[in-house]
């Protein structure tokens, strides 16, 4: 059974830093294309960052504008995504999501993807 497992939410002053985890243990991560999404109280769930199954470099949402980064941890079967400069608008719960069917697909439309996990809070406050 695929399960995601989000973790490393919390509060976090603006300007600072937080580093979330995705964990699965089905080694999907480590061999699918994989993204981030966001969702915040009130509005839509929004794409944030997605990272291929190969090496090439990740794609983020313009919102990002540098201040996060995806990596992969292959041997552990886990996705990172470091926030830093963090603003009170990043506040969201976060999500990771794998796709594992084949085809051309948008990266950045939810629907892309198959499996989910439940979601980490985020919350950037003074």
């Known amino acids: 059974q695929v399960q995601l497992v989000e973790s490393g939410g919390r509060t976090v002053a603006p300007g600072g830093s937080l580093r979330l985890s995705c964990a699965d243990s089905g080694g999907l991560l480590s061999n699918y294309p994989m993204a981030w999404f966001r969702q915040a109280p009130g509005k839509e769930r929004e794409f944030v960052g997605a990272?291929?199954?190969?090496?090439?470099?990740?794609n983020y949402a313009e919102f990002v504008q540098g201040r996060f980064t995806i990596s992969r941890d292959s041997a552990n079967n886990t996705v990172f995504l470091q926030m830093n400069s963090m603003k009170p608008e990043d506040t969201a719960v976060y999500y990771c999501?794998?796709?594992?069917?084949?085809?051309?697909?948008?990266?950045?439309?939810?629907?892309?993807?198959?499996?989910w996990g439940k979601g980490t809070q985020v919350i950037v406050s003074s």
């Open positions: 990272r291929g199954w190969s090496n090439h470099s990740p």
């Open positions: 999501a794998v796709r594992t069917r084949s085809g051309l697909y948008s990266n950045n439309r939810d629907y892309s993807y198959d499996y």
